[in-house]
């Protein structure tokens, strides 16, 4: 059987309305995370959204520099809107800023309105997505082969002549790279030739396609001669609310996760840690069952009591 980690989001985004950001909140929620014992801790990115939203590489930032054993990632970041190059520089400095802990998640994201303000084609993100990987693979794998090494691309989206970024990332050739995609076959064969692992999206799947999806994912793998003892999954955004009581548990569904990702509570109620502990731990277990190796906790509301909860209650049964 598989063994499962447990991490947390940074809770970068504004669930209501009336939820404020300050340095106090976000960095003692980071050193909160790491006193309970959590194996990682993520931050989601959006340039804009329906709810406010920190900037995910400041959050990132700020996080390295006042934890020092937990694992820091993003979860994901949208490497097209914000441009490969750039995002290869921030994440090296942040993995020399925590001395290695970083773990990479890239997607192409799947709101339209980030790429409607920073000017992109939204019906270009998948197209640009794998050009994207390509360019920053290229810029940390050459970048670690010599001190002086510098490489040309030629793509439709992104040209580059004599690139090189220094300093390099602290760990080599470069942090692990996880790969976003709700499953499609497409989806998991770009996961497979360009990812050190899969991030799948807990609202956008179940323990039975996931399952079917993994095993999909290693077929691939081994189909290009990749490694597949190494390659990782994990299930990200895992928003929840664990409580004994039914109506306050479907009160926070309801009114706080469904206006903000516009789906509906039921649904959200069915896939997501929302229940008593029992129910999230039977929940969790078929999750564990079907070859998940990782999960993200992600509360939307009174967060430092559902981290404890969840660590208290959850954790210690895997």
């Known amino acids: 059987m598989n063994s499962i980690a447990f991490g947390t989001h940074l809770p970068v985004m504004a669930l209501t309305k009336e939820e404020t950001f300050s340095r106090e909140h976000i960095l003692s929620i980071a050193n909160k995370v790491e006193e309970l014992g959590y194996d990682s801790i993520s931050v989601n990115d959006h340039i804009v959204f329906n709810t406010g939203w920190l900037d995910a590489i400041s959050s990132l930032a700020a996080i390295a520099a006042t934890t020092n054993r937990i694992k ?45 303000v920073c000017g992109i084609p939204f019906e270009d993100r998948w197209k640009r997505f794998s050009e994207a990987l390509e360019v920053i693979l290229m810029i940390w794998n050459e970048n670690n082969e010599s001190d002086s090494s510098s490489a040309d691309f030629e793509g439709k989206y992104y040209r580059l002549k004599k690139m090189s970024i220094d300093p390099k990332p602290y760990q080599e050739p470069h942090p692990p790279i996880m790969i976003a995609s709700w499953g499609s076959e497409q989806g998991l064969r770009r996961v497979a030739k360009y990812g050190d692992g899969w991030m799948a999206s807990a609202y956008n799947i179940t323990p039975d396609k996931f399952k079917a999806k993994w095993k999909l994912l290693l077929t691939y793998r081994r189909e290009l001669n990749k490694d597949i003892k190494s390659f990782e999954n994990s299930v990200m955004t895992m928003f ?72 208290k209650e959850i954790v210690p049964y895997f």
């Open 72 to 116: 820091i990632g993003t979860s994901i970041l949208n490497v097209v809107i914000r441009n490969p190059v750039i995002c290869a520089k921030a994440l090296s400095s942040i993995d020399i800023l925590s001395s290695g802990r970083l773990f990479v998640g890239l997607g192409p994201g799947s709101y339209k309105g980030d790429y409607d």
């Open 240 to 311: 929840g609310y664990i409580d004994n009581d039914n109506e306050k548990v479907h009160k926070m569904a309801k009114d706080v996760l469904s206006p903000a990702l516009g789906r509906s509570a039921e649904e959200l109620e069915n896939l997501l840690l929302f229940g008593s502990t029992d129910q999230c731990l039977k929940k969790i277990k078929l999750l564990y069952e079907s070859g998940v190796q990782r999960i993200h906790f992600w509360p939307v509301n009174n967060y430092i009591k559902q981290i404890e909860i969840f660590s």
